[in-house]
């Protein structure tokens, strides 16, 4: 015959009750003299055996989701979901950080109309609160602007992905950028000789190829000036002319044919015209643009990077393009 065993959540077959009690006790009040009993383990001392001592650049909490005003260009106020990562450093003395605190930090301000002065003050509370020397905040969205039909006089809501993010280094300087993704239409230059050849050479009927392409912009704020979300896409649209459309009839889609005939562009045209429009822009101190066309002729995509070539700036290190795709 087998030993009994002890169970300690469930009971047993048997009948035998389990040695620990599961219950959650709805009325019990967390007094202030209770909770100052609770373990804080910001008080616990590294233990070697399980940590080892060295600083971490960045420790935080990511994808909080919050629901924040933002300002339009027009004096506006919008409701927009975001979602958070706030992260700061940590010191290879501290065991970590109370990543409550964070979160606390974001709603003791949630009904303020977020600005970039806003997000400054946020890091200085939670630097304050976690006792750090660095903090970066992230805030993305997705932000609704209107667009007007090239010909029929349509409009539709066309959504931009956009993050603001401000870092205060451990100097003390506070640096603030501005994510935006912007997506285009690209006719091929090439694929478009080579149809109109076929057609002046043997009458043959020949569509250039063109596919749906994103460009994602990082942009660093020039201290003391603003650019808002309007001017960047406005800078976007003066640079690539393609932007996909939102409400189209047969004018407006025959007028966007006519339209990618006009501006067609390889992956590196567009990286350029992005680039001339942006270093022209005193508002912009430094920044980085990655653009991805979808190929339609090809089973891989084709890739540009280019940055503004600031001293100790921007690089052109972005990889990730398979985040482009759109």
């Known amino acids: ?171 003390g300087v506070y640096r603030r950028f501005i994510h935006f993704d912007f997506v285009y239409s690209s006719a091929c230059p090439c694929s478009a000789e080579l149809a109109e050849h076929a057609r002046d050479q043997r009458g043959a009927y020949a569509i250039p190829h063109s596919q749906r392409s994103k460009a994602r912009l990082i942009l660093e704020e020039t201290p003391g000036r603003k650019i808002w979300i309007e001017d960047v896409h406005a800078l976007c649209v003066a640079a690539l002319k393609t932007e996909t459309q939102v409400m189209v009839k047969r004018e407006d889609e025959q007028a966007f044919a006519e339209l990618n005939g006009a501006h067609v ?23 980085q643009i990655a653009c991805s066309h979808l190929e339609s002729l090809h089973s891989h995509d084709a890739v540009s990077v280019i940055c503004k070539g600031v001293k100790g700036g921007f690089a052109a290190d972005f990889s990730d393009f398979r985040s482009l795709v759109c």
């Open 1 to 171: 015959m087998k030993a009994k065993k002890t169970m300690y959540l469930h009971p047993t077959a048997g009948g035998a009750a389990p040695k620990i009690k599961r219950r959650y006790d709805a009325k019990f009040k967390a007094t202030p003299a209770y909770i100052a009993t609770l373990p804080d383990m910001m008080e616990a001392a590294n233990d070697s055996t399980e940590s080892v001592h060295v600083p971490i650049q960045q420790v935080g909490v990511s994808n909080f989701k919050l629901p924040l005003k933002f300002r339009t260009k027009e004096r506006k106020t919008l409701t927009l979901e975001a979602s958070i990562t706030g992260t700061v450093s940590l010191q290879a003395d501290l065991k970590g950080i109370n990543m409550s605190r964070i979160v606390r930090s974001f709603y003791d301000h949630k009904d303020e109309v977020f600005t970039g002065e806003w997000m400054g003050k946020i890091l200085a509370a939670y630097l304050r609160k976690v006792e750090s020397k660095a903090a970066r905040l992230k805030i993305g969205f997705s932000y609704p602007l209107v667009q007007r039909s090239l010909r029929s006089g349509l409009e539709g809501y066309q959504f931009y992905n956009v993050a603001f993010e401000g870092v205060m280094t451990e100097a």
């Open 265 to 287: 562009k390889f992956v590196e045209d567009a990286a350029r015209l992005l680039y001339r429009q942006f270093n022209a822009d005193a508002r912009i101190k430094d920044f």
